[in-house]
């Protein structure tokens, strides 16, 4: 039976261990861009940070009764993430260099916990984003994720730029509801930090 896009953690691992249809997609739907996005702050390297996040989907794919447990499945995930990434430095012959830095800097550890925090606060933000009104989600991820300006999204959408800025304003005021407050500033600093990539 396909899968109806699960509210709960532990309701989307049941219909993965189950193998209901649909459940794999719902899971990288759910953990990927967060696990990438603590990738790719260890390593650097957007494309090699994908490629760890989609070994490591696949392995949980093929243990997925091995999991009892949301806390243990998302343990798994960025654990291996964090050890597949370490090992890539590894063989790019860079561990010396991060080995300094460790010595130079040790808040190293409080570093990658505080990195995990934001990835995970990045997976509840898209969690959020997913359940808001679909014209309204669509302005904030283009908004965001994309980098554009309202006259290129009104262009896009058919609309007007009054419409995409009222849209915006209500997504936000959506997200700041559903979020904690101390999620929704790291959020809306990650936001930025997608706007200034782009």
């Not at 967060?34 to 093929?62: G, R, S, T, Y």
């Not at 990434?85 to 190293?108: G, M, T, W």
């Not at 309202?150 to 209500?170: C, F, H, W, Y």
Request: net charge negative; with cysteine.
């Amino acid at each position: 039976m396909p899968v109806s896009n699960p509210q709960s953690d532990q309701e989307l691992l049941s219909l993965f261990r189950d193998g209901a249809e649909g459940a794999f997609d719902q899971l990288f739907s759910r953990f990927y861009s967060p696990l990438c996005f603590f990738a790719d702050n260890i390593l650097k390297d957007k494309h090699a940070a994908e490629d760890i996040v989609q070994d490591m989907l696949l392995k949980v794919w093929q243990r997925q009764q091995d999991f009892e447990q949301p806390g243990a499945l998302r343990s798994f995930l960025y654990t291996g993430v964090k050890n597949a990434c370490f090992n890539q430095l590894d063989k790019l012959k860079v561990k010396a260099r991060h080995e300094e830095y460790s010595i130079a800097n040790p808040n190293r550890e409080a570093d990658i916990l505080h990195l995990l925090i934001r990835a995970e606060v990045v997976r509840q933000l898209y969690a959020v984003m997913d359940t808001l009104p679909e014209q309204c989600r669509n302005v904030i991820r283009m908004t965001f994720e994309e980098g554009m300006k309202p006259k290129e999204i009104a262009d896009e959408l058919g609309v007007t730029v009054s419409t995409v800025n009222n849209q915006k304003m209500r997504g936000l005021k959506l997200l700041k509801d559903r979020l904690s407050d101390q999620d929704f500033g790291i959020a809306m600093s990650i936001l930025g930090l997608i706007i200034i990539s782009h």
